[in-house]
């Protein structure tokens, strides 16, 4: 795969992120996750790096 996305929830997505950064689960609530979030793993020669954490996705300006 060249590409994946996984919706998931705040306790998922921090136990996904200690993960890559290896951390231990301990330490899962030093990641701030908001509602909504956008989180952007990439692999980088098969390790994974934080791209963008926690990032607040707001909704378009035009919406009723």
Known sequence: WSRAIVVGHGG???ML???FLGMPLAHLFRINQDVAA???IELVD???CI???NR???PPDDLP
């Open 12 to 14: 998922s997505n921090r």
């Open 17 to 19: 992120l200690a993960e």
């Open 38 to 40: 956008l989180n952007r």
């Open 46 to 48: 098969g390790v994974p």
């Open 51 to 53: 791209g963008e954490l």
């Open 56 to 58: 607040a996705l707001t």
